[in-house]
């Protein structure tokens, strides 16, 4: 049974440019949520995903952007990227109707220069 | 809003010491609380959650406790071995909106 999985591994990037992010949940898990975790710091809430479409965001600029596929994939797009977007970007599935029991990806290392 | 802190940020023991990481909410509507352990370079790992409806939780080597009452939980670890040395962090969300917030971890290092 496969876990959370998410590409690529790293990026690098450049201010202002654009960059998307993707995240295959676990088997079985309909919902998606995308956090943010700075160096040393616990992961921040994004957004959650669920039937398609956003259910929930936390305080995050409009600059971040997401989608979910039929199969339950999703993408993160954050655009006009700052050197304070540099972070871990993590993808968290779950199942609806489970609470909030979220099982997390390895998570995407973004580089902002 | 919620926020979550914990209430130290490095915990040394040795191994086969019982090791215990705890961790502060503020929001009392809050009803769900969970645990991750995080490795170097790797995403948070689950380890053990528990609802607001119970006080104690068990699993293996695990066992958490919640104190609404001073808005308090811990996570207790049995024999603590040197695999377990990563940063821990507990999440407090509400079951209804399926979201959590992070405190911002304890790292426990854990000497053979």
């Not at chain 2, 695990?62 to 308090?72: D, E, F, P």
Request: proline content about 4%.
């Amino acid at each position: 049974d496969a876990g959370v999985t998410q590409s690529p591994t790293h990026l690098i990037k450049t201010r202002g440019q654009q960059v998307t992010l993707r995240c295959s949940p676990k088997s079985g898990h309909d919902t998606v949520s995308w956090y943010q975790q700075a160096l040393g710091q616990g992961p921040q809430f994004i957004f959650q995903y669920y039937e398609e479409e956003e259910r929930q965001r936390g305080n995050f600029p409009d600059r971040f952007s997401g989608h979910q596929f039929p199969n339950y994939s999703s993408e993160l797009n954050v655009n006009a990227l700052l050197l304070g977007d540099s972070a871990l970007y993590l993808c968290a599935s779950s199942r609806s109707g489970t609470g909030a029991r979220q099982f997390f990806g390895p998570g995407t290392r973004l580089t902002v220069l | 809003g919620e926020s979550v802190g914990l209430h130290l940020p490095t915990l040394s023991v040795q191994e086969g010491d019982n090791s215990i990481i705890n961790c502060a909410y503020s929001n009392s509507a809050s009803d769900y609380f969970i645990w991750y352990k995080q490795e170097s370079g790797k995403g948070p790992q689950f380890i053990i959650d528990i609802r607001s409806n119970m006080d104690k939780r068990q699993g293996q080597r695990v066992t958490v406790l919640l104190n609404k009452t001073v808005k308090h939980l811990s996570l207790q670890i049995a024999a603590t071995q040197p695999g377990d040395s990563a940063v821990y962090f507990c999440a407090v969300g509400n079951s209804g909106y399926s979201t959590l917030t992070f405190g911002k971890g304890t790292m426990l290092l854990v000497s053979p």
